[in-house]
């Protein structure tokens, strides 16, 4: 069955986490609408509540990171919010 004129979106969020004693850091494309659990199990994983951060991408690779190896983790904007080239 075909619905005309609908079509699914889903908002995509950047995820980076830096690890301590790593020259790269982890970066991952997360679901917008899992946002605010991310932050829950981040500030979890950083009160020692974990021992292990586990994150799911987009794709449904699951990456597992060590809470005592967090440098730090930014969230990002939407796809639709992101700017390219200079300015503010």
Request: without cysteine.
């Amino acid at each position: 069955m075909r619905i005309a004129g609908w079509a699914a979106t889903v908002s995509i969020v950047d995820v980076r986490i830096g690890v301590t004693q790593a020259a790269r850091e982890i970066s991952l494309e997360v679901e917008d609408a899992t946002r605010e659990d991310l932050k829950a199990r981040v500030e979890a994983a950083l009160s020692g509540a974990t021992d292990v951060l586990w994150i799911t991408d987009k794709r449904g690779k699951d990456v597992g990171v060590p809470s005592a190896k967090i440098a730090y983790v930014e969230v990002g904007s939407a796809d639709g919010e992101r700017r390219i080239g200079f300015g503010g």
